[in-house]
Nanobody, 122 residues
Framework: VLLQAFGGGLVQAGASLRLSCAASERTFRQYAVAWFRQAPGKEREFVAGISWSGTRTYYTDSVKGRFTISRDNDKSTAYLQMNTLKPEDTAVYYC????????????????WGQGTLVTVSS
């Protein structure tokens, strides 16, 4: 399955952005999905994950209460709503998918999108 991530941009601190991850196949509904990010000079890190059904979600501590992951299986698309953005959220954001019920925080995903850059200015 091909994943395309988009929606990044340059915003000021406190603003919101919504990232989208569009999948090429309707079998996307059988995949757990996650968002990762990689800041300059840092390793890629888990941000949020969602189960195949959308009923279970997981977040890294630094984004809890600010970010919301969701999915619309009819549109084969996952989303990451990012509110109250901070300069430390600046990174390239990647969506990833694997054919399991539940996501994991490890980057052991089979499919990755190309990344979309989010820059938050102070």
């Amino acid at each position: 399955v091909l994943l395309q991530a988009f929606g990044g941009g340059l915003v000021q601190a406190g603003a919101s952005l919504r990232l989208s991850c569009a999948a090429s196949e309707r079998t996307f509904r059988q995949y757990a999905v996650a968002w990762f990010r990689q800041a300059p000079g840092k390793e890629r890190e888990f941000v949020a994950g969602i189960s195949w059904s959308g009923t279970r979600t997981y977040y890294t501590d630094s984004v809890k209460g600010r970010f919301t992951i969701s999915r619309d299986n009819d549109k084969s698309t996952a989303y990451l709503q990012m509110n109250t953005l901070k300069p430390e959220d600046t990174a390239v954001y990647y969506c990833a998918a694997k054919r399991t019920l539940m996501p994991s925080m490890e980057d052991d995903y089979d499919y990755w999108g190309q990344g979309t850059l989010v820059t938050v200015s102070s």
